[in-house]
């Protein structure tokens, strides 16, 4: 009976504590949502006051503005990503499943700082371990998630930085999948924009980043996003906070707004308060002076290409789907295009052989050049094709018969 209360009791602690936590962020952000971007934001070049020792702010693999990007520093529960990453990835690949029921071990409940008192032994789906990891950066659910995909964190914190390496995260070494400080667990503003790009292109993601409130275990733990833009920014899409004594306060805001996705991360920032102010100094920054612009051929101007020896007396040409460029402000409308075909092919003709180009320029410069290829193959003519159109003109009746 007595541990039972226990049980309750910090169940109840940690229900009041987020609640708290929500509480004390409104006045604040609710105060900041009034202010508007600075009046110099539409300019490519500027220096913003970003209360940060370092940032970045990226739109796909496009850097948009960055301050010692590349500069190692502790990165907190911003490793979460790379944990749900790899998560994520674990899911798609059939190994777990969202209502699988996990359980906790000894170590996972014994990892201390940011948690929901997950008890040695206790049960709960994937789902719900999954969003308490995104929305409250619990600590003992990342490491359920490390043992239950990799069977120990050793092997998972190899997969962590194997997964690293793949994406090019020169700058990010991992000793742990929760975040918490340890001797040489670094990343740089960089790398976390990259594995935060990543992690977004996954199905499901954001139905857990953007959980502003929540609850688990039938309303008895309450669930608060540590990241504050999710309630208070427009287009947001997540994505995960840290702070520890080493690290500071961190940041990976995402939103998206007419199209563009935008990425924010700021790291080393002195208070809580100005980690949300630099993350969104840098969002409202791209959101002004860049637009997403996503190049597309007319099907009307891919007109068939002559083949000459084939079976075939032409070829369609089709264009490949292009990626959206980051354009400045208004500069989409402005964009031009050309397209230039082949005047003639001779057969053999394979599917997917260049047969053009189209060339997309923004005052004089240009921004993109997409290749037009055979949308399927022209055989040359042989001796069988004769005789089959011969036949062809012997077995139809002549016009007007």
Same mark, same amino acid.
């Given at each position: 009976?007595?541990?039972? #209360? ?5 169940? /109840?602690?940690?229900?009041?504590? $987020?609640?708290?936590? #929500? ?7 609710? $105060? ?38 590349? &500069? ?16 994520? !990835? ?9 209502? @699988?029921?996990?359980?906790? =071990?000894?170590?996972? $409940?014994? *990892?201390?700082?940011?948690?929901? #008192? ?39 914190? @190899? *997969? *962590? ?38 992690? /977004? ?14 609850? /688990? ?73 860049? !637009? ?21 007396? =032409? ?5 490949? &789907? ?52 055979? $949308? ?11 005789? #089959? ?13």
């Amino acid at each position: 009976m007595g541990k039972g #209360w226990k049980k309750k009791l910090r169940r /109840l602690t940690a229900g009041m504590l $987020a609640l708290g936590l #929500w509480m004390l962020s409104v006045p604040v952000m609710a $105060a900041d949502e009034t202010e508007e971007a600075p009046a110099d934001t539409a300019a490519n070049a500027v220096t913003l006051n970003i209360p940060a020792e370092s940032c970045i702010l990226v739109s796909g693999d496009t850097v948009l503005y960055e301050e010692n990007a590349d &500069q190692q520093m502790p990165p907190a529960s911003i490793t979460k990503i790379m944990t749900l990453l790899l998560t994520f !990835e674990a899911l798609e690949a059939g190994q777990i499943s969202l209502d @699988q029921m996990v359980t906790c =071990s000894e170590y996972a $409940a014994s *990892m201390g700082g940011t948690q929901i #008192w997950l008890e040695p032994g206790e049960e709960m789906s994937i789902s719900d371990i999954i969003k308490a990891t995104a929305v409250n950066s619990a600590n003992d659910c990342a490491m359920v998630l490390a043992e239950t995909i990799a069977g120990s964190e050793e092997t998972f914190v @190899q *997969m *962590m930085n194997d997964k690293a390496a793949e994406l090019g995260m020169t700058g990010t070494h991992f000793e742990n999948p929760t975040g918490l400080d340890a001797e040489g667990h670094l990343s740089t503003a960089r790398d976390i924009a990259t594995m935060s790009v990543e992690l /977004l292109k996954h199905k499901g993601v954001t139905d857990y980043t953007t959980i502003w409130m929540d609850s /688990l275990r039938n309303g008895e733990t309450g669930l608060v996003n540590t990241n504050k833009l999710v309630r208070y920014y427009e287009g947001c899409s997540g994505l995960k906070t840290g702070t520890t004594d080493g690290a500071g306060s961190c940041l990976s805001a995402s939103a998206t707004r007419d199209g563009l996705d935008l990425v924010a991360v700021s790291m080393g920032s002195d208070t809580s308060a100005d980690r949300f102010i630099a993350c969104r100094t840098l969002l409202d920054y791209g959101f002004a002076s860049f !637009e997403s612009y996503t190049p597309v051929v007319p099907a009307e101007q891919l007109t068939p290409v002559p083949v000459s020896g084939g079976q075939k007396e =032409s070829v369609t040409p089709v264009a490949a &789907q292009a990626d959206p460029i980051i354009l400045s402000k208004g500069k989409g409308a402005a964009v031009e295009m050309t397209v230039n075909l082949s005047e003639g092919e001779t057969a053999p003709v394979a599917a997917g052989d260049p047969v053009g180009e189209a060339v997309f320029t923004l005052e004089g410069e240009t921004v993109l050049t997409l290749p037009l290829t055979a $949308a399927e193959g022209v055989e040359p003519v042989d001796f069988g094709f004769v005789l #089959w159109r011969l036949w062809e003109m012997l077995i139809t009746p002549p016009f007007g018969s």
